[in-house]
């Protein structure tokens, strides 16, 4: 069998056989691509790699059990997206508004709190202004009335799906910009308590 010019539901079906080579030519196919896709989300190579290889792993754990009948490459970039999207939410810091924060935690501050807040503050709403206004709108409905996916999904007239792309293109850019907007103090202050 001629490896490299075998069509990848040929391969998966000998991986299935357990055939190790057909498994390493689908891994050679599809780790760069999933690599790039996922380096869109996660600016971290290392974890982005990382991400991909568990990926590709448990595929090769699972053949027995995944039934995949016409398209891998489906099947691969669907389960990495979610991958990815499951990792992006387990980063997300909880939602807490500065003001609850001064509210709940008003004695043992430094005498620059205040200011940091500040700052925090701003930083978070200029990066949030720096948002398309659906992924915005996504967002706030998120994180400041803590709606879950499916209700802004009901509310927005959108899909889950589409919700979930959102939020992962919303937190990504959050991050981004950011740090662009405030100094590494205000940012470790900004995810340590948001």
Same mark, same amino acid.
């Given at each position: 069998?001629?490896?490299?010019?075998?069509?990848?539901?040929?391969?998966? &079906?000998? !991986?299935?056989?357990?055939?190790?080579?057909?498994?390493?030519?689908?891994?050679?196919?599809?780790?760069?691509?999933?690599? &790039? @896709?996922? !380096?869109? +989300?996660?600016?971290?190579?290392? =974890?982005?790699?990382?991400? !991909?290889?568990?990926?590709? +792993?448990?595929?090769?754990?699972?053949?027995?059990?995944?039934?995949?009948? &016409?398209?891998?490459?489906?099947?691969?970039?669907?389960?990495?997206?979610?991958?990815?999207?499951? &990792?992006?939410?387990?980063?997300? #810091?909880?939602?807490?508004?500065?003001?609850?924060? =001064?509210? =709940?935690? #008003?004695?043992? /501050?430094?005498?620059?709190?205040?200011?940091?807040?500040? %700052?925090?503050?701003?930083? *978070?709403?200029?990066? $949030?202004? %720096?948002?398309?206004?659906? /992924?915005?709108?996504?967002?706030? @409905?998120?994180?400041?009335?803590?709606?879950? *996916?499916?209700?802004?999904?009901?509310?927005?007239? $959108?899909?889950?799906?589409?919700?979930?792309?959102?939020?992962?293109?919303?937190?990504?850019?959050?991050?981004?910009?950011?740090? %662009?907007?405030? #100094?590494?103090?205000?940012?470790?202050?900004?995810?340590?308590? !948001?």
């Amino acid at each position: 069998m001629d490896y490299k010019q075998a069509a990848d539901i040929e391969l998966w &079906h000998r !991986c299935q056989q357990d055939d190790m080579r057909a498994y390493n030519e689908l891994f050679n196919r599809y780790f760069p691509r999933m690599l &790039h @896709l996922t !380096c869109r +989300y996660i600016a971290d190579t290392m =974890k982005a790699e990382e991400l !991909c290889m568990d990926q590709l +792993y448990r595929l090769w754990i699972k053949r027995h059990e995944i039934a995949i009948t &016409h398209n891998l490459s489906g099947y691969l970039f669907r389960s990495i997206r979610n991958l990815v999207t499951s &990792h992006l939410r387990e980063r997300v #810091p909880v939602s807490a508004g500065l003001d609850e924060l =001064k509210e =709940k935690h #008003p004695l043992g /501050r430094s005498a620059d709190y205040g200011l940091l807040s500040e %700052e925090a503050d701003e930083a *978070y709403r200029n990066a $949030l202004g %720096e948002l398309s206004p659906q /992924r915005r709108r996504v967002f706030i @409905l998120s994180r400041e009335e803590n709606l879950t *996916y499916a209700e802004i999904a009901q509310r927005m007239d $959108l899909s889950v799906n589409t919700v979930e792309n959102y939020m992962v293109a919303a937190l990504g850019s959050l991050r981004k910009n950011i740090r %662009e907007y405030a #100094p590494s103090s205000v940012v470790i202050l900004l995810f340590i308590f !948001c």
